[in-house]
């Protein structure tokens, strides 16, 4: 029997074809309205898991019904913007119009994410986004780990390796996530990741918890920080459609900005930051308190995130991180 991990793969790489083969989108660009169709897709998977559980029928609305779903960490979906509505839309009504609107509808409802989720669909033509419907409801969503870096590592991998810096910069293995938080063992408290990607570290997190028999909106604060707009937009959805919260993600070049006045804050330290970066300004970050061990000599960022790292953990926190094996050498 083909694996989920394998089944998903294959329907990326017919999504990835009909998008090379029929649209005016770059590789680069292939990820977003991908990644807006697996979010509805996901969200409708956990939204069905939580309207049996609860025993309610997708008609049922009201703001009772809203806060039953959301108790239990799942978007509320309005039927408009439910995949499985989606799908069945006859094939000649307007498509990308439909699914605009149900991002629109999700992020009414779901304040969380306002203005996160993409809107553009209306640019790509209305066969297209049948067939990209129907590959996207081929697909289980019942997979492990962190599905929305999974995807994007998958499309940068396959498409856009020389036009960007690869998946790395999204996604890190669920197995070595999952080794970091077993290691550090973040039961309760602050979690934060200056280089957060697509939010891995943090849905791993929340899994812990999980399997321990506790709530991890109750026992965790998440704080995330990442550079690209495009890389928070895409952690803030992953987070929201596993139920956690997304307001401690924020934007800006950690090199020289700390969002989250992180000094002695935080339990616990989880990243897999970019590997050797060379051309930090120096005289930029020579004053900042987060590097107290002194600006390394080498032009190479790597001892730098080290730094943010330390500097960020309170007296008894913890950190755990992916780093080059260069870095054992500090030149």
């Known amino acids: ?76 979906l309005p039927e408009k913007a439910r995949f499985s509505h989606l799908i069945q839309l006859p094939e000649g009504s307007d498509i990308g119009k439909a699914i605009n609107e149900a991002m629109e509808a999700i992020e009414r409802e779901n304040e969380d994410i306002r203005g996160v989720l993409p809107r553009e669909y209306q640019r790509l033509e209305n066969p297209l986004l049948v067939e990209l419907l129907k590959i996207f409801n081929s697909i289980s969503m019942d997979i492990e780990g962190d599905v929305f870096g999974k995807i994007n590592e998958y499309f940068l991998g396959k498409f856009a390796m020389t036009e960007g810096r690869g998946g790395g910069e999204f996604y890190t293995p669920t197995s070595i996530v999952r080794l970091i938080v077993n290691i550090i063992e973040p039961y309760h408290g602050r979690i934060y990741d200056p280089a957060c990607g697509s939010g891995g570290m943090f849905i791993q997190s929340a899994r812990f918890v999980e399997e321990h028999q506790h709530s991890a909106t109750k026992e965790l604060t998440l704080f995330g920080q990442e550079f690209k707009d495009h890389t928070v937009r895409l952690c803030r959805m992953n987070l929201a459609v596993h139920g956690l919260p997304t307001e401690g993600i924020k934007q800006g070049n950690t090199y020289y900005e700390d969002q989250h006045n992180s000094l002695g804050r935080f339990d616990f330290v989880m990243a897999n930051p970019p590997f050797n970066v060379n051309g930090v300004d120096k005289e930029r970050i020579k004053d900042d308190p987060r590097y107290v061990l002194g600006i390394p000599r080498a032009d190479n960022a790597n001892y730098l995130w080290i730094q943010d790292f330390y500097s960020a953990l309170n007296d008894k926190g913890r950190a755990g991180f992916v780093m080059t094996n260069s870095a054992a050498d500090a030149r």
């Open 1 to 76: 029997m083909p694996s989920p991990n394998n089944n998903l793969e294959k329907r990326l790489w017919e999504a990835a074809d009909q998008l090379r083969a029929n649209s005016a989108l770059t590789a680069q660009e292939y990820s977003r309205p991908v990644l807006g169709l697996i979010f509805l897709k996901y969200a409708d998977y956990r939204f069905s898991l939580a309207e049996t559980e609860l025993g309610l029928k997708g008609t049922d609305t009201g703001s009772l019904v809203k806060l039953q779903y959301q108790a239990r960490g799942v978007l509320y």
